[in-house]
């Protein structure tokens, strides 16, 4: 467990927390005017370890060598020079901390990255963190690593629970959710819809199943798996050449097909570790998903049977009617897309070049 503390006069600014694997959509924007929850789980932070916010550099000004230096291999709109290490905790287990009015920009329904951190030490009145709650934006609080400094508060570490342990509690997350937008006259609005989660995780994984196709036809399992990849993978790569296999793989599954070309992995929760198979598995190109999306597919929730006849049970719960299935078809998230495949070395290839080129025509066809 750690607290941080305020670099500049020591004050305390957090609650004691513990670390987490950084949420594949931490940096997501989702849709227009819509209002998203709290990123963190209360009690946790998790750290980014690429150079977040301002100062900006435009794109005619990057370097390639430069930019590849920095794990970007295709071009940018704007590279950050800012420090790297940002760490991103719950709103709510801020401690000392006061909003600075000047720097409280937002777009139209709160506060944004706007032109720097927007609240301050309330004891020596250092700016310290950006505050994030903005629509279409993940609630969070950023801290920035040159302001803040990490202690421990206890010699305990906390303890990191194995994949048996994980597979024992089950958090998997459910793969569509109601929406909500910020509340308008006619009140608020809800709509089911595709987890963010989810897309943003599939954007995620597939840049990685692009760079693992090398150019050719990728399949995957038949079910919720294909309704999440294989349109966009039909729609990106060519056909008429063999197809590579990709395959679900992980913790509490029967050994993955030695033969399959790429694996769908968990990745830890809490040590953002992706799970490493044994034997011939392991030279698959491993595709990361996180572990709540990895354990929805590999240990769907069944929906809960009616009884044909009398009341419920005691303790039994009802699910009717079943939650609505979203009207459209799965897009992955193309933010999270992009930022993904400009930092693979596969992206140089010149047909990896040209999705990413065309990226906002395949926007428009509902690819993404």
């Given at each position: 467990?750690?607290?941080f503390?305020c ?5 305390r600014l957090?609650i004691?927390?513990s670390?987490?694997a ?5 940096h ?6 819509i ?6 789980e ?5 750290v980014d370890p690429?150079r977040?916010?301002?100062p900006?550099r435009r794109?005619?000004e990057?370097d390639?060598?430069e ?5 970007i ?7 950050s ?5 940002t760490?991103v905790?719950?709103p709510?287990?801020t ?12 777009y139209?329904?709160g506060?944004?990255?706007?032109d720097?951190?927007?609240m ?5 009145g ?6 994030i709650?903005?629509c ?7 801290l920035?690593?040159d ?5 421990p508060?206890d010699n305990a570490?906390t303890?990191t629970?194995?994949w048996?342990?994980?597979l024992?509690?089950g958090?998997?997350t459910?793969p569509f959710?109601p929406?909500?937008t ?6 608020l609005?809800?709509w089911?819809a595709?987890?963010p ?6 954007g995620r ?6 760079a693992a196709?090398?150019?050719?036809p990728v ?21 008429g050449?063999p197809?590579r ?6 913790p509490?599954?029967?050994?993955p097909?030695?033969d399959?070309?790429?694996?769908l992995l968990p ?6 570790e992706?799970?490493?198979p044994?034997g011939?598995?392991?030279?698959a190109?491993p595709v990361?998903l ?5 354990m929805w597919?590999?240990?769907?929730e ?7 006849s009398g009341t419920m049970p005691?303790g039994?719960?009802?699910d ?7 009207r459209?078809?799965?897009?992955a998230?193309?933010?999270t897309?992009r930022?993904?495949l400009?930092?693979?070395?596969a ?7 040209e999705?990413?080129e065309?990226?906002?025509q395949?926007?428009?066809s509902?690819i993404?």
């Amino acid at each position: 467990m750690f607290i941080f503390v305020c670099a500049g006069c020591g004050a305390r600014l957090t609650i004691p927390l513990s670390q987490v694997a950084l949420p594949a959509h931490a940096h997501q924007k989702y849709g227009n005017g819509i209002q998203l929850p709290v990123l963190m789980e209360s009690g946790t932070f998790a750290v980014d370890p690429k150079r977040l916010g301002p100062p900006w550099r435009r794109r005619d000004e990057i370097d390639p060598e430069e930019a590849a230096t920095r794990g970007i291999d295709a071009s940018v709109h704007a590279v950050s020079d800012g420090t790297p290490g940002t760490v991103v905790i719950a709103p709510g287990d801020t401690r000392g901390t006061v909003l600075i009015p000047e720097k409280a920009d937002g777009y139209c329904c709160g506060l944004d990255w706007g032109d720097g951190p927007n609240m301050a030490c309330e004891a020596c009145g250092l700016p310290v963190a950006n505050r994030i709650d903005d629509c279409s934006l993940w609630q969070a609080v950023w801290l920035a690593p040159d302001a803040v400094r990490r202690l421990p508060v206890d010699n305990a570490p906390t303890a990191t629970l194995s994949w048996a342990e994980l597979l024992a509690e089950g958090k998997s997350t459910p793969p569509f959710e109601p929406i909500t937008t910020w509340r308008s006259m006619l009140g608020l609005g809800h709509w089911w819809a595709w987890s963010p989660q989810w897309e943003a995780a599939a954007g995620r994984a597939l840049a990685h199943l692009l760079a693992a196709s090398d150019g050719r036809p990728v399949t995957v399992p038949h079910g919720l798996i294909a309704e999440v990849f294989q349109r966009a993978l039909d729609a990106l790569l060519p056909a008429g050449t063999p197809a590579r296999r990709a395959v679900l793989a992980g913790p509490g599954l029967s050994g993955p097909d030695p033969d399959a070309d790429i694996l769908l992995l968990p990745i830890h929760p809490q040590t953002g570790e992706i799970w490493s198979p044994a034997g011939r598995a392991a030279s698959a190109y491993p595709v990361p998903l996180p572990f709540g999306v990895w354990m929805w597919l590999a240990f769907p929730e069944p929906h809960l049977p009616l009884p044909a006849s009398g009341t419920m049970p005691d303790g039994v719960l009802r699910d009717d009617p079943l939650a609505p299935h979203p009207r459209h078809p799965f897009q992955a998230d193309p933010g999270t897309f992009r930022h993904t495949l400009v930092r693979l070395p596969a992206v140089r290839s010149p047909w990896l070049r040209e999705i990413l080129e065309n990226l906002t025509q395949h926007m428009r066809s509902d690819i993404f």
